[in-house]
């Protein structure tokens, strides 16, 4: 059986607008979200997954696209907001690059997992430079923000490589991109260990080790403990520079 489309995650037509998308979201992440339904974690992350493509119009043209290329019998469950049956196709946009015409359906999908990867990565970025500048004698939180985008940049880089980690880790789909930027981090903090190792870490790094550990940390929350020691555990690179 296929799996459910993006468009199906959210119980909307492939030709639903903006506002349509947002409301559908904004409903199911209210019945959905942990803290109201013990057990809709996993839906929590599809709705969220889903959510991350159909509301950026670029990604959302690149998922069409490959929702097109897949067999008639197998979008049978599409259905658009005006009446049941199979949905037809949505009429071709005319704002779709050339180039777009010759992406893959992984490639559109290893798209995704970086869109994940990325944001996961700076949430936990955001969170760790507000926790480190809380502390006693913390540096301002500036400082830390200023890094966040060099870490996300180096986590959602080698996507597929990342990923092809996680799944040998053990990673569930829905953990996947999860998993796959815990992989990314560990990656960067060994690149600051070997850095260390030669006395070559610059203050700026000096300051993104400071952040590793406890990125990994707020990541690691999001999968089950097996998965987080399969994928090598905490870096503890405050120990190791």
């Known amino acids: ?34 803290d109201r339904c013990g057990d809709g974690g996993a ?66 999908w290893l798209g995704g997992v970086r869109v994940q990867m990325a944001r996961l990565t700076a949430e936990a970025g955001r969170s760790t430079a507000l926790a480190l500048a809380l502390r006693r004698r913390g540096r301002p939180r500036a400082v830390y923000d200023a890094q966040i985008d060099t870490i996300v940049a180096f986590v959602a880089d080698r996507v597929q490589e990342r990923t092809r980690v996680a799944r040998l880790a053990g990673a569930a789909p829905l953990d996947l991109g999860l998993a796959a930027a815990m992989v990314g981090l560990r990656a960067f903090a060994l690149r600051l260990v070997r850095r260390a190792a030669i006395g070559q870490l610059s203050e700026s790094e000096e300051v993104q080790a400071e952040m590793v550990d406890r990125m990994w940390d707020t990541l690691a929350h999001g999968v089950p403990h097996e998965l987080a020691l399969a994928l090598g555990g905490s870096p503890h690179l405050g120990r190791r520079t």
């Open 1 to 34: 059986m296929q799996p459910a489309t993006l468009y199906e995650q959210l119980g909307v037509a492939v030709d639903a607008d903006a506002a349509t998308l947002r409301r559908a979201y904004r409903l199911l992440a209210k019945r959905f979200h942990p």
């Open 43 to 108: 839906r929590m992350v599809a709705l969220n997954e889903a959510w991350e493509v159909l509301s950026d119009p670029g990604r959302r043209r690149a998922y069409d696209l490959t929702i097109d290329s897949r067999p008639a019998h197998s979008r049978a469950g599409t259905t658009r907001q005006n009446g049941p049956g199979p949905a037809a196709a949505p009429p071709p946009r005319p704002d779709v690059a050339d180039s777009s015409l010759h992406l893959t359906r992984k490639e559109a």
